[in-house]
């Protein structure tokens, strides 16, 4: 790479760096990438020929490391390839080619709009102090608007979304969004939607930690386990009271499965089998009638039952 080199000395030398690379680029930036761009940032000043195993060297990084640094910083534009190396780009002037969109004139369509705004402005104000201490990045209002009009939620709503991942350290834009399109799946849209969602995760979530203590895990359920969870819960509409009953039937495994457990439920929710009772009810009739087919072997010794009456699945309700 190709840097000029001047007569100052660096004992009295500055590197700027404008203050949007903190807000922007920064917080979501791996280690080993930052330093690289710190590093030809500075040399930039010095006009030299610098060469990546050079880099590698002097930042103590693999040659690999230094070539994927550069690559990801050419992809952020926050470098730009030339024939004989690299020229740094001008971040300011970037991000204010991105929100600069010169207009003539305002629509009467855009005056109500902008009438109606007020109450989000505001609510925009609001997470810029709340949550980034009034130095919010500036590509976070345009993601805001996106996702005021993607998700269409309310103001309230979209501070409860900053506060969830404020909460959990992760204000970067693509986990707000990964957040943001999951509460949008559930048709989230104002705040008392936002409640019932989360009284309903808090149920969902203290049946897990039930079912977890009932069968003595060490471990978390896994992604697939909580699903099958979520479809007996959400789907199903099943309590802890008739989950438990399938899970009585550990009791005879070795390990637990819980594509057995769902076997259980699904075939109970099938027979439309809604409550405790019907479910007992219905266990005692299958016990009832294998009573009876045995009494009649005893009787009959030829009769020979070769064929089961019932299939696989309802003998497990026989125990």
């Given at each position: 790479m190709k840097l000029d080199r001047s007569d100052k000395s660096l004992l009295f030398s500055c590197t700027e760096?404008?203050?949007?690379?903190?807000?922007?680029?920064?917080?979501?930036?791996?280690?080993?990438?930052?330093?690289?761009?710190?590093?030809?940032?500075?040399?930039?000043?010095?006009?030299?020929?610098?060469?990546?195993?050079?880099?590698?060297?002097?930042?103590?990084?693999?040659?690999?490391?230094?070539?994927?640094?550069?690559?990801?910083?050419?992809?952020?534009?926050?470098?730009?390839?030339?024939?004989?190396?690299?020229?740094?780009?001008?971040?300011?002037?970037?991000?204010?080619?991105?929100?600069?969109?010169?207009?003539?004139?305002?629509?009467?369509?855009?005056?109500?709009?902008?009438?109606?705004?007020?109450?989000?402005?505001?609510?925009?104000?609001?997470?810029?102090?709340?949550f980034y201490q009034g130095v919010m990045p500036p590509s976070m209002y345009e993601y805001i608007d996106l996702w005021f009009k993607k998700f269409g939620f309310d103001e309230e709503v979209m501070l409860a979304l900053f506060n969830y991942c404020s909460e959990r350290r992760a204000l970067h834009h693509a986990y707000i969004e990964k957040v943001g399109e999951a509460w949008a799946s559930h048709n989230i849209k104002n705040f008392n939607d936002l409640e019932a969602y989360e009284l309903k995760q808090d149920k969902l979530n203290t049946i897990i930690k039930e079912i977890s203590d009932k069968l003595r895990l060490s471990n978390k359920l896994t992604s697939f386990d909580e699903d099958l969870v979520v479809k007996w819960v959400n789907d199903y509409k099943y309590d802890m009271s008739i989950i438990e009953l399938a899970l009585k039937k550990a009791s005879s495994m070795k390990n637990v499965n819980f594509n057995y457990f769902d076997t259980i439920l699904t075939d109970w929710h099938e027979k439309g089998l809604n409550t405790v009772e019907d479910i007992l009810e219905y266990q005692q009739s299958r016990k009832d009638q294998t009573k009876k087919i045995k009494e009649i072997e005893r009787k009959i010794p030829e009769f020979s039952y070769t064929q089961s009456t019932f299939d696989n699945l309802e003998s497990l309700y026989d125990n």
């Open positions: 760096i404008p203050d949007v690379f903190f807000t922007e680029h920064m917080p979501s930036m791996d280690g080993n990438y930052l330093k690289v761009y710190l590093y030809i940032l500075f040399l930039s000043k010095h006009n030299n020929n610098v060469q990546i195993t050079d880099l590698s060297k002097r930042l103590g990084l693999q040659y690999p490391d230094v070539t994927d640094a550069l690559k990801y910083l050419e992809e952020q534009n926050l470098i730009i390839k030339l024939p004989d190396g690299y020229s740094i780009t001008n971040i300011q002037e970037l991000e204010l080619t991105k929100l600069y969109s010169p207009k003539v004139s305002s629509s009467p369509e855009d005056l109500e709009r902008n009438s109606k705004n007020q109450y989000r402005n505001k609510a925009i104000e609001n997470i810029n102090s709340l």
